[in-house]
């Protein structure tokens, strides 16, 4: 089942396996914890995680998040390369590489 509605202008799909975002833009911040979908470790070699304003590498950093920390993943971008998840209240965009279960 395909369900499909709009926040802040971005289209967004909600399927069984979870939330899809249209666009890569930030998602409305209407998100909370329980729309987490799934739960992550970020898994860096050394350094901690850039979470971001937007999915790309071209957008702002929000906060850094250590190695090892748990994050809830909310949406992906449209070409499922970033995420956007939820670290201790921040919400913001992370590259899926450095996400493991």
């Not at 399927?15 to 409305?28: E, I, M």
């Not at 911040?29 to 995680?49: D, F, M, W």
């Not at 994050?71 to 956007?84: E, F, K």
Request: aromatic share 8%.
């Amino acid at each position: 089942m395909l369900k499909k509605f709009m926040a802040n202008g971005i289209i967004l799909a909600s399927t069984l396996s979870g939330l899809v975002v249209a666009q890569t833009q930030t998602p409305a911040r209407a998100y909370q914890a329980e729309n987490v979908y799934h739960y992550g470790n970020v898994c860096t070699r050394s350094k901690p995680l850039n979470q971001r304003i937007g999915a790309s590498q071209g957008h702002g950093v929000i906060s850094r998040i250590p190695k090892g920390n748990k994050v809830g993943i909310l949406a992906s971008s449209s070409n499922n390369n970033w995420l956007y998840v939820n670290h201790q209240g921040k919400l913001g965009w992370v590259h899926k590489s450095y996400i493991c279960d």
